[in-house]
């Protein structure tokens, strides 16, 4: 079965850097698209970044320049590197697969950024 381990959250000042990572089994990871969503306090979960097959990447607009996707498919993991990062980046982050018609969820990890 598809199971997505999110890991790498934690409490960091603002300005600071975390590495968040998720590993992946169930599939074959290198046909799919990966995505990290997140979910703030009161807010509803949205995409942060995308990394396709190919190793094509998009951004939400609050985090470009700052953040950065990317994939190792040879160990099925993906990784978001966030960097200067502010107090509105506190959320649960979350990795994400869309694998014919179902959106499998990993358990997340809490990211805090707070002085």
């Known amino acids: 079965q598809v199971q997505l381990v999110e890991s790498g959250g934690g409490l960091v000042q603002p300005g600071g850097s975390l590495r968040l990572s998720c590993a992946a089994s169930?599939?074959?990871?290198?046909?799919?698209?990966m995505d990290w969503y997140r979910q703030g306090p009161g807010n509803q979960r949205e995409l942060v970044a995308s990394?396709?097959?190919?190793?094509?990447?998009n951004y939400a607009d609050s985090v470009k320049g700052r953040f950065t996707v990317s994939r190792d498919n040879a160990n099925d993991f993906v990784y978001l590197q966030m960097n200067s990062l502010k107090p509105e980046d506190t959320a649960v982050y979350y990795c994400?697969?869309?694998?014919?018609?179902?959106?499998?969820w990993g358990q997340g990890t809490q990211v805090t950024v707070s002085s």
């Open positions: 169930g599939y074959i990871f290198s046909l799919y698209t």
């Open positions: 990394i396709t097959t190919s190793g094509i990447t």
């Open positions: 994400n697969v869309y694998i014919r018609g179902v959106r499998y």
